[in-house]
């Protein structure tokens, strides 16, 4: 047997981290502004919130294909007079890698203004499903986790978490960050991936710039961003990575890279379904 039931879950988690490098920005607890000398269309009116939105990633290892994480907006709701968002993400490594076997679901609730109220994280391993449920009680500053089998509702661990603040989820992350992607600031964020709080620090500092994907036959107008991971994950999961979005409204997470111990992952856009929307192309600016 090439993994544990130990292994396999330290793999789970493994493709799962370097997959959510687009959700490692999470709530402010302080920020600065900084300039650019280029312009940006972007309102408070403009919205990423698209009921149907699907968009779906492919995840490469040196050139070796390893996976694809597929993350679709799918509900909305109210609920206390407030207007709530459910988001569910699928994670699948491809068949017949050697060294991966990776199934894992992803459900995230979050108000409009982006921070994570419920989650729950299936992950297949062997033959049944292993779940965490995050429950926020923010009142209490309590943060209640259960881990259960998926199959039979069975809850063989409980844990409760302090809070101090808002938080976000490996989900509610996505949303955040194209929130956020054209603010001009940095900030340092709490996060808790894998059943564990941590901090990361991003840079938003609004760089545009252009990158190629193979989805798309011409050069797509981005916004580059760069941050480090200021917590320790399996197999070396910290310190740089960097995002590139979708310079308008939609602010579509389209590349990412992440270093890790044993090399470098790529994150790349290759098929989405969004009303009205096509990846911008870049055009130079002209000189005044």
Not at 44 to 73: C, M, P
Not at 137 to 165: C, F, G, Q
Not at 215 to 234: L, M, Q, R, S, T
Request: aromatic share 16%; hydrophobic share 40%; glycine share 4%.
């Amino acid at each position: 047997m090439l993994f544990s039931s130990k292994h396999w879950r330290c793999g789970v988690r493994f493709f799962i981290s370097t997959s959510f490098v687009f959700y490692l920005i999470v709530f402010p607890t302080h920020s600065s502004t900084q300039s650019t000398a280029h312009t940006f269309f972007f309102t408070a009116s403009d919205s990423l919130f698209q009921i149907g939105e699907d968009l779906i990633y492919n995840v490469s290892y040196a050139t070796i294909d390893i996976g694809q994480v597929r993350v679709k907006l799918v509900n909305k709701f109210s609920k206390d007079q407030l207007t709530y968002y459910k988001a569910t993400a699928y994670i699948d490594s491809y068949k017949g890698l050697p060294f991966v076997n990776v199934h894992s679901v992803y459900e995230s609730t979050m108000p409009e203004t982006i921070y994570s109220t419920w989650f729950r994280a299936r992950t297949k391993i062997k033959d049944r499903w292993i779940a965490f449920e995050y429950n926020y009680d923010y009142p209490n500053h309590a943060l209640h986790i259960n881990e259960s089998i998926w199959e039979t509702n069975k809850i063989v661990k409980r844990d409760t978490l302090y809070m101090d603040t808002l938080y976000q989820d490996g989900l509610s992350l996505f949303y955040f960050a194209r929130q956020q992607v054209l603010q001009r600031q940095e900030i340092s964020i709490p996060s808790i991936i894998s059943e564990k709080m941590g901090i990361t620090s991003i840079n938003f500092m609004v760089e545009r710039t252009k990158e190629k994907i193979d989805a798309v036959d011409y050069p797509i107008d981005v916004v580059h961003f760069e941050g480090e991971a200021g917590w320790v994950g399996v197999f070396g999961l910290t310190g740089h990575f960097e995002g590139w979005f979708s310079n308008d409204a939609a602010r579509v997470p389209i590349l990412a890279k992440m270093k890790v111990i044993i090399g470098n992952i790529r994150i790349e856009l290759m098929k989405w379904t969004r009303q009205g929307w096509t990846p911008p192309r870049y055009v130079e600016e002209k000189s005044r």
